[in-house]
């Protein structure tokens, strides 16, 4: 079965996980790529019940500081579906991972960086352990080299996607997080799954 079926069937997210670490990080992506919207959401779901994401996952232990750590992306919006969150570890700063959106239009709307850091009550919010929090901007020196000049979510087209946005992880498989995002933690924008290239 692909994907696509176990999200549309009964299964659990351990079968899930067992799917996608069964494949090469090519095959995991296309069967990611391949989600409609609806097949996010309910993938949404079900992953409330696998073991809460951290730090580790988005960047792996033993990684450099701002060394980036690529996960491409398809979200459930209508256009401009595939994107990367490209993710980085700071120097001597715990408790806070750094990154921002690469897109075929972020010379339009913008880099949308944000700050990553565990949600209230470390990391019990039911929504998922970690958040990608567009209220915050990665600072000055908190990014990887060759990544775009840092601007604020409120300039420009990009207060239009990234501002006033919260995104809500849960882990899927060793290598796969699916997002749920919220405007004003009062309106559910959608999802987006990830998928982490090794």
């Known amino acids: 079965m692909s994907l696509t079926d176990l999200v549309r069937s009964d299964a659990k997210i351990l079968e899930i996980a067992q799917h996608l670490d069964s494949l090469s990080h090519d095959e995991r992506l296309a069967e990611c790529q391949s989600l409609s919207g609806p097949d996010q959401k309910q993938l949404f779901r079900k992953a409330a019940d696998s073991p809460p ?7 792996p232990a033993g990684t450099p500081p701002l060394t980036q ?12 579906r595939n994107f990367q969150k490209r993710w980085c570890k700071p120097v001597d700063r715990e408790g806070e991972l750094y990154g921002y959106n690469e897109t075929a239009v972020r010379p339009l709307i913008g ?7 565990q949600t209230e009550n470390e990391g019990r919010d039911p929504r998922g352990a970690i958040v990608v929090d567009y209220f915050m901007t990665t600072p000055e020196g908190g990014k990887a080299p060759g990544w775009p000049a840092i601007k604020p979510n409120s300039s420009g087209l990009q207060r239009f996607i990234y501002n006033n946005t919260r995104d809500y992880m849960r ?11 919220h405007r004003m933690e009062k309106q559910v924008m959608g999802w987006f799954i990830l998928c982490r290239e090794d």
Not at 111 to 117: C, D, E, L, M
Not at 171 to 181: D, F, L, P, Q, T
């Open 53 to 59: 994401v951290d730090f580790e996952f988005f960047v």
């Open 69 to 80: 750590v690529i996960h491409h992306g398809k979200n459930s919006q209508p256009a401009f």
């Open 111 to 117: 880099p949308g960086y944000f700050v990553a850091h």
């Open 171 to 181: 882990r899927v498989s060793a290598h796969v997080s699916i997002g749920e995002a």
